[in-house]
């Protein structure tokens, strides 16, 4: 049996895993895309003190490589469901495998939101993308949309336009959530072109996307575009684990600053936590305060 569980391998869990580790308790990451989170599809990260600069996918590399360094054990496998009582839980994967552990971090994070149109999710992979680092080279010299107004929905803009022959930013209202330098530099690429104040309304194609329908101040606007990225945010992705928890009205785990929950060993991390700031930073955080509540649970036992 395991001390801790974390079920999610992004900053979040991976940093509780961490401090699992160094407070002398074993501890178990368990993962069900690849590790490193939402970060790992950030081209360039510039806000996580101590590095000016890195790559989404180096920093998640980094901070696996550091949990395991500590001597975190990880597994590569989705959790459908968590039994038992407290102090002894019994995390079932789909695969059929099960670990059994006196606590449990759920650090889930979140997964993308959808527009709700029509046809979004028939036409995933054939022209709807949420990822510019991972699908934007097979838009290379064609014309794209990016859906959104925050801080991802820029930095696909900018990445998009290296390749893309032409990049509209969709966003529905006037000015942006995301940082002005990024909105500049945007403003000065040549290939881009805002489109504000402004909602798409309908996908049109049947295998593959063609065009968008746009509603916009001055009427209706067809957008003849091969690719469509839709970065609107992310909704927690804590589904399976929600008898566990209590849940907001948008699906976010209620929390305190402790990372507890209603069930005494099960513990929340993360972008899946209700808080006011989703960040690296915030991630990492609760990460650790998840970890050091765990392990006070696990010597009060
Ligand atoms: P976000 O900041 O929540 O922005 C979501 C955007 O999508 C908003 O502009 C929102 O419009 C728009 N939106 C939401 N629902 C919509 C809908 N149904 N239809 C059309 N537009 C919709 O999400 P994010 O950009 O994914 O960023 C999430 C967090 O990660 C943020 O805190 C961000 O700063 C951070 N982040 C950091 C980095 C980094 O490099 N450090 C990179 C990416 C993201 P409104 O503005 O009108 O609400």
Known sequence: ???VVIVGGGPAGLTAA???RRAGKSALVI???GFGGQIAW???VENYPGFVSVSGAELGDKLLNQAMEQGADVE??????IMGQPGHRLIKCLSGAEFEAK???IAAGAKPRMLGLENEEALVGNGVCFCALCDGIFYKDKPVAVAGGGNSALQDAMLLSENCSKVYLIHRRDSFRGELKLVEALRKKENVEFILNSTITALNGDSELRSLLLKTPSG???LNVEGLFVAIGHKPDIGAFSPLMVLDTEGYANSDENCTTISPDIFVAGDCRRKKVHQLTTAVA????AALAACEYIDSL
Do not use: C, N, Q, W
């Open 18 to 20: 961490t401090y699992v």
């Open 103 to 105: 606590a449990v971090i």
């Open 76 to 81: 590569l496998e989705e959790v459908s469901e």
């Open 1 to 3: 049996m395991f001390d």
């Open 220 to 222: 209706e606007r067809e």
């Open 42 to 44: 950030s081209p360039r």
């Open 31 to 33: 993962e069900k895309d």
């Open 286 to 289: 609760d990460g650790t305060s």
